[in-house]
């Protein structure tokens, strides 16, 4: 029983995992994304495969080459995937997603590695049910609002022409990322640029408790939110630096459970949460921190780790509760990948939206044949 709405609960299906595929995938961007750790020209993440009585599942991990964003990678992911999380569900009759928790919760930490695989589960169970992630999440958006994430770009001006090109195409809500020294001065050239376009910047991490009060400038322009200015193990700073700015600061990085949204809402650090399936280890984490700010009327938006196709249905997926207020970190296929593992391209509708996928599970069919042109290497665990 995966679902948390008893009336979308597909009650008596068991998924027995017989297969577990992975493939580290290195993809081509269609331009560089940089931000204040590191500028990334390919994706890699690893593709989690399972089989189980006929049905495929897919997930996606979406740990990267470097841990930049994350101390996971592709490499750490691989390792506790194939070591620990494999052996821990071959062979395992699951009859929820709960079930899959419990097998996996003594491997500490590692939440992308553990969310890859919990996505191909959902997948599984969805298909198995003929519904889809959507519905088993109780979900009812058919499309849901999105924006664009751009990177840190050679100058203020360059970075107001590459706005106004996502502008252009139909975004109505734009993230900057920011770094020291590449904050007040480019957020102002875009909010001059563009007056009334919702706005908001995303510093990873990359300022201190005091840096970060040259940032102050930042509430004259309007903007959504600040995300993670300080350290990605911090909350208790971030409750300082709030009190500080009339702009709500919001989380990322440091919320990675549950508790810690708790935690963050109860200290007051933040006023807006960014929910990650991944960092939170899982689809059914994320919906407990949407559901535990939904009742508090904290608005979450949902982020997003230059997904594939994969990753981007679920995420959409998962966008479709209520609690997701704000436009997400979900942009349109061609904004990423000029060829993506999935058959289906997400595009964007004329009003900042798209489309929720409404077939059984994630909804999306692999290309077989762009996934193995991204495969860089492959490892097989299980019956045949
Ligand atoms: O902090 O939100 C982030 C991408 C990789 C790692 C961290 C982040 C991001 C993004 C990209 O901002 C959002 C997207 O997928 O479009
Ligand atoms: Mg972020």
């Known amino acids: 029983m995966p679902g948390r709405r008893s009336r979308a609960s597909p009650h008596d299906i068991t998924v027995k995992i017989e297969r577990l595929s992975l493939h580290h995938l290195r ?15 390919e994706r890699d993440c690893v593709l989690v495969v399972l089989q189980a009585d006929g049905l495929t599942g897919y997930g996606e991990c979406v740990a990267s080459h470097a841990p930049g964003y994350n101390y996971e990678t592709t490499g750490t992911a691989w390792h506790i995937l194939g070591e620990f999380v494999a052996p821990s569900i071959l062979g395992v009759d699951f009859k929820s997603i709960e079930s899959f928790r419990q097998a996996v919760s003594a491997i500490r930490g590692h939440h992308l590695a ?17 519904t889809s992630l959507r519905e088993l999440l109780g979900a009812q958006r058919a499309r849901v609002e999105v924006g664009v994430s751009v990177g840190l770009q050679a100058s203020p001006q360059a970075l107001v022409d590459v706005v106004r090109q996502y502008v252009q195409q139909g975004y109505t809500r734009v993230k900057l990322k920011i770094k020291p020294g590449r904050d007040v001065g480019d957020a102002t050239a875009v909010r001059k640029a563009f007056p009334g376009l919702r706005l908001q910047v995303d510093a990873n991490s990359s300022f201190t408790l005091e840096s970060a009060r040259t940032l102050k400038p930042l509430d004259d322009l309007e903007l959504l939110l600040i995300e993670q200015p300080l350290f990605d193990d911090d909350i208790w700073d971030h409750r ?8 709500p600061i919001c989380l990322d990085e ?26 939170l280890g899982g689809i059914s984490e994320a919906v407990q921190v949407h559901d535990y700010c939904h009742t508090r009327g904290i608005p ?20 479709a509760l209520p609690g997701f207020s704000l436009p997400g970190d979900i942009s349109a296929s061609d904004r990423y990948f000029a060829r993506d593992i999935t058959s289906e391209r997400f595009i964007l509708n004329a009003d900042s939206t798209i489309d929720v996928p409404t077939g059984p599970g994630l909804g999306i069919t692999i290309d077989e044949r762009a996934l193995k042109q991204f495969t860089l290497a492959r490892f097989d665990i299980g019956g045949a």
């Open 27 to 41: 993809m081509p961007l269609v331009a560089p994304f940089e931000t204040s750790f590191g500028r990334e020209i």
């Open 240 to 247: 300082r630096l709030q009190r500080e700015f009339r702009t």
């Open 254 to 279: 440091s919320v990675v459970s549950a508790r810690h949204a708790r935690y963050a809402l109860e200290m007051k650090a933040c006023r807006i949460i960014n929910i990650k399936a991944a960092r």
């Open 114 to 130: 553990k969310a890859g695989v919990e996505m191909a589960l959902w997948d599984l169970f969805g298909k198995s049910a003929g």
């Open 300 to 319: 979450v938006w949902c982020g997003g780790m230059l997904e594939t196709g994969v990753g981007r249905a679920s995420n959409l997926a998962l966008s």
